[in-house]
Nanobody, 115 residues
Framework: QVRLVESGGGLVQPGGSLTLSCAASGLIFNLYAMSWYRQSPGKERELVGTITSRGTTTNTADSAKGRFTISRDNAKSTVYLQMNNLKPEDTAIYYC????????WGQGTQVTVST
């Protein structure tokens, strides 16, 4: 059974930082490209960024460029999202997605940026 479990969310003040983790099990992790998405209330789920299966290439959305960094540790079957200089508009549920022959989603972790 494939599982993707996000963690690391929480409440942070504007300008603060958080690192999200997504631990995968039940799949050959180093075959999968991994992505982070987010969804705010009343909005569609949007792509935050993607990292290729070997971690050689990353792409981030314009809204995240310069602030968010995606990385992965294939030995730990885990992908990370380092978020710096957080803004209230970054408040959302953050999801990880694994893509190869099939697509799998995690359950999400809440990030709230507020004073």
């Amino acid at each position: 059974q494939v599982r993707l479990v996000e963690s690391g969310g929480g409440l942070v003040q504007p300008g603060g930082s958080l690192t999200l983790s997504c631990a995968a099990s039940g799949l050959i992790f180093n075959l999968y490209a991994m992505s982070w998405y987010r969804q705010s209330p009343g909005k569609e789920r949007e792509l935050v960024g993607t990292i290729t299966s070997r971690g050689t290439t990353t792409n981030t959305a314009d809204s995240a460029k310069g602030r968010f960094t995606i990385s992965r540790d294939n030995a730990k079957s885990t992908v990370y999202l380092q978020m710096n200089n957080l803004k209230p508009e970054d408040t959302a549920i953050y999801y990880c997605k694994a893509t190869f022959a099939q697509i799998y989603w995690g359950q999400g972790t809440q990030v709230t940026v507020s004073t």
